[in-house]
């Protein structure tokens, strides 16, 4: 269970052990009472499969006395008792998960950072990702499920019009560019993730296709302006890709293609569901590294 978007530079951790109906209750509670790009709530099973975890990454710190007082409201006294508060060290995740890590393959694009430029075979499509504080480097399941999905429908044909949804590093956005050499509208709600898009695109010299806005939801004027989209990414989490479904799907074109990630098994459905409903198709369901990325159809 995962609410929210992952905040930028996290700087506090809320964790909770209890039993699965009140990690439950937490999260639901929690999610509800903060803004879902201030925090990021995942409830879910620990690997003995005797308790349930909870954890709250806040980008500032947080009032722990009213944190305290909503998990006593949604559990009890005793659950809120065991609530211990963690302050974490600034990281650049994206530097830090590059370091060490061998280029990545996904069909014809190859994921690299900047000490492995040299080990780009020519028939690849090279992706340099420069070290920032924003998510999505290819290694990550859910990058690498979408750049797969990205790759496989370019064999179905050139998109008109291409928009990815929480870009984060860009690197979904580069990708289609790159691949299909047309524009790609691209979006975050985080300004940051805004920058490290643009120097990325700048860096792969794909600046002249990638446009990135800075955009909460989807009812911005330019998204509509940009649209219909043959093609649209959205490698986000659960809750927001069911809140965005009805605003996505109206942006899709007639015969367009959606790919969804950053789904856990347990909520593909829920996402599929809410797609489904708006009269899109389960066209490939595909699992990496324990997430689940989605491509889904809009029939003609």
């Known amino acids: 269970m995962l609410e929210g978007l992952h905040p930028v530079a996290p700087t506090h951790l809320m964790r909770l052990e209890t039993s699965e ?29 005797r ?40 990281t650049d995740w994206v530097k830090s998960s590059l370091d060490g890590l061998k280029p990545v393959r996904a069909g014809r694009f190859c994921i690299h950072g ?24 290819g290694h990550h399941g859910t ?16 998109p008109r019009a291409v928009l990815d949804v929480g870009t984060g590093t860009g690197v ?4 289609a560019a790159l691949r299909h050499r047309l524009p790609v509208l691209a979006s975050d709600i985080d300004a940051v993730s805004v920058e490290a898009a643009r120097a990325n695109a700048a860096l792969n010299r794909a600046q002249t296709f990638v446009r990135v806005i800075h955009a909460a939801g989807l009812r911005d004027a330019r998204f509509r302006r940009g649209g219909p989209y043959d093609l649209v990414l959205a490698n986000i989490l659960p809750r927001p890709l069911v809140g965005l479904a009805t605003d996505l799907v109206a942006l899709v074109a007639t015969g367009g293609t959606v790919i969804l990630s950053g789904i856990i098994p347990p909520h593909a459905n829920l996402v599929v569901s809410a797609y489904r409903t708006r009269g899109l198709r389960l066209v490939r369901h595909e699992t990496i590294e324990g997430w689940v990325t989605l491509t889904m159809a809009r029939g003609r």
Not at 39 to 46: D, L, P, R, S
Not at 122 to 133: K, V, W
Not at 147 to 156: E, H, N, S, T, V
């Open 21 to 49: 109906r009140a990690a439950r209750r937490v999260a639901d509670i929690v999610s509800e009472s903060f803004d879902p790009a201030e925090t990021a709530v995942a409830a879910f099973e620990a690997p003995d499969g």
């Open 143 to 158: 990058t690498l499920g979408c750049l797969r999905a990205i790759d496989r429908m370019a064999g179905a044909g050139r």
């Open 51 to 90: 308790i349930w975890l909870v954890e709250v990454f806040f980008r500032e710190a947080p009032d722990e006395t009213a944190v305290r007082e909503l998990v006593r409201v949604a559990a009890g006294e005793a659950v809120a008792a065991c609530i211990s508060f963690h302050e974490i060290a600034p």
């Open 114 to 137: 900047s000490h492995d430029r040299d080990r780009v075979p020519p028939s690849a499509i090279g992706i340099e990702i420069e070290a920032a504080l924003a998510f999505g480097t």
């Open 172 to 175: 979904l956005a580069i990708a």
